[in-house]
């Protein structure tokens, strides 16, 4: 498997219908609106009439003070419509992003050393919820093993030295140009080798 080869494809019909309702929701927002910029408008000419109703003395000033009020609540619904469409986008830009991670690619070069889900089944992953190890990709042209090596044979090895190492998973393969690094854990001696 090369780096950003398609890995694993989640099926994405599930977010169907709730691109569907975001998008109807953003067309309602939307709609209300040019439904609230025509109150404002309205709100707007009636205080006009009235301002000018009232340098004529035929209006009161309380009719005016309405026709104000009028106006700052049809601004206010506006501004309120416009918050709206703007979390309804967001909605959709966050329905977008999960369905952009249903789509897997590999991060690097290396072999699936590791499937724990066949084709069909039911995988999990939310923000609250970790999800499921769909697999495991390595690389394996850098590997540690550890070899825990007896206390009579330890004092032949010498840092440096090479190994082979056979690995039951590749009967057919066996890995050298190893280097070595002696540790001591919890009074053992284990040998740490490291492919290069």
Known sequence: MKKNDLVVKIKQEAYTPEIQQQNAAIEVAESNIAINEVALKRAQQEFDRLDQLIKKGLATQSELDNAQNNIDQALATLNSNRAQ???QK???SR???DISKTTIYSPINGTVTQLNNELGEKVLGTISNQGSNIMTISDLSKMECQVEVGET??????LGDT???EIDAFPDKVFTDMYMRLQILQQQQVLILRML
């Open 85 to 87: 469409v703007n979390q």
């Open 90 to 92: 967001t909605g959709l």
């Open 163 to 165: 190994a082979k190492i």
């Open 95 to 97: 329905i977008r992003y």
């Open 153 to 158: 044979d330890v004092t032949m090895v010498n």
